[in-house]
Nanobody
């Protein structure tokens, strides 16, 4: 069992930056690929980024590539999402999730989810 708690969301102007964190409970954090997803009002949940178990490999949605960076610190049981050059279309509820599948981008294949943290980007 893994429990995930996101933090770091907020209101930021377009062009600004935010850093999201996701703290995981349990001793098996390093056994999971960690992912970030987001869901805007009236839209389906979408994949944002994933990082491999040891952090050596990452995978991004085209919409965030070059602007967002996912990383993890297994000693702290934490995964991060650094978001730069934010756009109003990045506004959404951001979730972290855990899966045993390498760099998975399909939400349905993730086993554990956090409650989400809101990111709002004003124009």
């Amino acid at each position: 069992q893994v429990q995930l708690v996101e933090s770091g969301g907020g209101l930021v102007q377009a062009g600004g930056s935010l850093r999201l964190s996701c703290a995981a409970s349990g001793r098996t954090f390093s056994s999971y690929t960690m992912g970030w997803f987001r869901q805007a009002p009236g839209k389906e949940r979408e994949f944002v980024a994933a990082v491999s178990r040891r952090g050596a490999s990452t995978y991004y949605a085209d919409s965030v590539k070059g602007r967002f960076t996912i990383s993890r610190d297994n000693a702290k049981n934490t995964v991060y999402l650094q978001m730069n050059s934010l756009k109003p279309e990045d506004t959404a509820l951001y979730y972290c999730a855990a899966t045993t599948i390498y760099l998975e981008s399909t939400g349905g294949k993730y086993d554990y989810w956090g409650q989400g943290t809101q990111v709002t980007v004003s124009s």
